[in-house]
């Protein structure tokens, strides 16, 4: 007799582990030196997970790749925000950062994941893409694989979610992005209703209520986030920079601490189901600086590289 099928939050966790070491082999490989460290570790009220990190490469400053899954019971300011019924829930997923030692070398940050609230389950994720200096063949290589993959399952997926993420990353008490964008999408699977009453930001596929399809799109995303990035880190490894990239670079990763801090989705759900503190601020970079009222002079590099964020260009039809 066949064993019994698995359920699709359990086969979710398999594939983000696997996913969690493909994607570690393949950044020890292209850094050329820095190993990951792992920390396995248990989550007092249920489920555990293991974080790698990755310091002091020699491309990467700081590189974290984080496998959960957990389980266990909401808070009750959570089960009001999450579709679902109750206080039981499972999450499961991988998370990403890769902070570059070049300023020539973007900064990215990729998360899939799956959660189960009662009765409802839903997958959710994206990536995107922070440059310090923008270089338009990048940022059209990330978005156009991204494209490419989403187009595979629906082409209405690509405009949808680059939109929704273009929203999300925004720092409104700086009135910009924090960077290129790419995708981003949530509940998928769990219907059109959302947290607090507020709906996707356009109306949904009509096969995102087919559990499996879902699956099969975060494997997708899961498998394209190296294929989007390293290309590109191949291009600028050898840049030249120095102190005045260094110190730019410095700055506009405060941006990336204030919208981790202060609006990332994964933060605020980690804490408030007492997740392992170290492993959900393990995206924040090694070293960050803030200046007050630092403007980049106009015209400069510096200058044309922010005007390039806030233009929020359609990079993939660039």
């Given amino acids: 007799m066949a064993p019994p099928a698995k359920s699709i939050?359990?086969?979710?966790?398999?594939?983000?582990?696997?996913?969690?070491d493909r994607i570690t082999a393949e950044i020890e490989k292209i850094d050329g030196g820095g190993r990951f460290r792992e920390d396995s570790w248990t989550r007092p009220a249920g489920g555990g997970g293991r974080t790698r990190v990755l310091a002091d490469g020699n491309l990467f400053e700081k590189a974290g790749v984080g496998f959960s899954d957990v389980h266990g019971?909401?808070?009750?300011e959570m089960v009001e925000a999450l579709p679902g019924d109750g206080l039981d829930f499972r999450a499961t997923g991988v998370s990403l950062i890769f902070h570059p030692r070049s300023p020539r070398i973007p900064t990215v940050h990729a998360n899939v994941r799956h959660v189960q609230h009662g009765a409802r389950s839903w997958f959710g994720g994206g990536?995107?893409?922070?440059p310090y200096y923008v270089v338009p063949e990048d940022a059209a290589h990330f978005h156009r694989t991204l494209r490419d993959r989403c187009d595979r399952h629906?082409?209405?997926?690509?405009?949808?979610?680059?939109r929704w993420c273009d929203e999300y990353f925004f720092l409104p008490h700086r009135n910009e992005p924090r960077g290129v964008g790419g995708l981003f999408f949530d509940y998928l699977g769990a219907g059109a209703e959302t947290?607090?009453?507020q709906p996707p930001p356009a109306a949904?596929?009509?096969?995102?209520?087919?559990a499996e399809a879902m699956f099969a799109f975060v494997r997708e995303v899961g498998d394209a986030i190296l294929a989007a990035y390293l290309p590109i880190v191949e291009r600028r490894r050898t840049d030249v920079w120095g102190d005045r990239e260094r110190h730019w670079q410095l700055v506009r990763r405060g941006r990336y601490v204030e919208f981790n801090l202060?609006?990332?989705?994964g933060t605020v759900f980690g804490l408030r189901t007492d997740g392992r503190v170290e492993s959900i601020l393990m995206s924040l970079p090694p070293e960050v600086r803030w200046e007050y009222g630092l403007l980049p002079e106009p015209g400069s590099p510096e200058a044309e590289s922010l005007a390039a964020i806030c233009a929020r260009r359609d990079w993939a039809r660039d």
């Fill in 154 to 162: 629906d082409p209405s997926f690509y405009p949808r979610f680059k």
């Fill in 262 to 265: 202060l609006y990332d989705r």
């Fill in 127 to 130: 990536t995107d893409l922070t």
């Fill in 195 to 197: 947290t607090a009453g």
């Fill in 73 to 76: 019971q909401l808070r009750p």
């Fill in 204 to 210: 949904s596929s009509p096969h995102e209520s087919d």
């Fill in 9 to 20: 939050d359990d086969r979710a966790a398999v594939f983000f582990a696997e996913l969690q």
